[in-house]
């Protein structure tokens, strides 16, 4: 464990400053970034982002007639961290060879616990002696801008389903299809669901692969855990109603770039992209943002006290 001086690492700010040979590979290249303090005047802080490359264990193996091919993986990646109140959160973006970017969440820090008259309630765990730390979610939103071949974009869902009992088409009764559902209107918005194997696939109708035939497109595939568990009208959903539903569409409009909507700490009232898709308008062949929604839920244990491993 290593400590290092408040002032000289931009602590006062929810974007952190990464230590090189720590927080990021020796070889990493760093870079600053620009926010704005309370007043709303630029502070630079160093070193916020680290871009490296890392060993991904194996990309590709086969082996035919006892000769083997084996190619390893190097992955580009970029890190970086925040601090919003007890947890950090390290964000790491993966570029990968072959094409997929993937995205994940490390959270750390001290568990939030309050004292208690007995030793168990129902909303949380027991991590000392009267001390509970309650159960509770971590809920991020992931705003894409698409432009795949251009700004003439759609979405569908496609989930796995059993092929019906056919003796002709499915004789062994194994077969497999993936369904596909378009999205056409902003207000079908949707969710994971684990037992369809459910992605999303955001595609250009008008570009096709020129060996398949195929429209080009990308696969979002979610974690499939459950989004907020909160009831419907608390204080939560109306300041993050993002937080309801794993995947929203919205055609694009300039200035709606933040899932929760502006100022959510200091809102009562809904906004955000929870609102934006009230009007209910066309999501097809056009210009359109994807807003996903991710992360856990976390059931605190013992062992996390007094200070989290990354998970």
Not at 55 to 67: K, P, S
Not at 105 to 128: D, F, K, Q
Not at 226 to 233: E, F, G, H, I
Request: hydrophobic share 40%; aromatic share 10%; net charge negative.
């Amino acid at each position: 464990m290593q400590a290092f001086d408040a002032g000289e690492y931009g602590l006062a700010f929810d974007t952190k400053s990464l230590i090189l040979g720590v927080d990021c590979l020796p070889q990493s290249h760093m870079i600053n970034v620009s926010v704005n303090d309370f007043a709303g005047s630029p502070v630079q802080v160093p070193n916020a982002i680290c871009i490296s490359e890392t060993d991904a264990g194996l990309l590709q193996r086969h082996t035919v007639d006892g000769r083997t091919l084996v190619t390893r993986a190097q992955n580009l990646l970029f890190t970086f961290a925040m601090t919003s109140t007890n947890y950090d959160y390290i964000f790491y973006y993966y570029f990968q060879q072959d094409g997929t970017i993937k995205i994940k969440v490390g959270l750390t820090g001290i568990l939030s616990t309050t004292l208690l008259m007995r030793n168990t309630l129902p909303w949380g765990t027991l991590v000392a002696e009267k001390v509970m730390a309650a159960v509770h979610q971590h809920l991020l939103c992931l705003r894409i801008d698409f432009a795949i071949d251009g700004e003439r974009n759609s979405v569908s869902t496609m989930d796995l389903e059993t092929m019906p009992d056919d003796p002709v088409a499915n004789p062994f009764g194994n077969g497999v299809v993936a369904k596909e559902t378009l999205l056409t209107r902003s207000l079908n918005v949707t969710d994971s669901d684990l037992k369809k194997n459910r992605v999303w696939e955001i595609f250009n109708p008008h570009s096709e692969n020129q060996r398949t035939g195929a429209r080009r497109g990308y696969k979002l595939i979610g974690n499939s855990r459950p989004v907020s568990l909160a009831q419907p009208d608390s204080l939560i959903l109306r300041r993050a109603g993002f937080a309801a539903h794993a995947t929203w569409v919205t055609p694009y409009r300039d200035g709606e770039f933040y899932a929760g909507g502006d100022y959510p700490n200091q809102r009562v009232t809904p906004d955000g992209v929870s609102e934006w898709i009230k009007r209910n308008e066309n999501i097809v062949d056009t210009d359109i943002v994807v807003f996903h929604t991710y992360g856990f839920t976390h059931i605190p244990s013992s062992d996390e006290q007094p200070l989290m491993s990354i998970s």
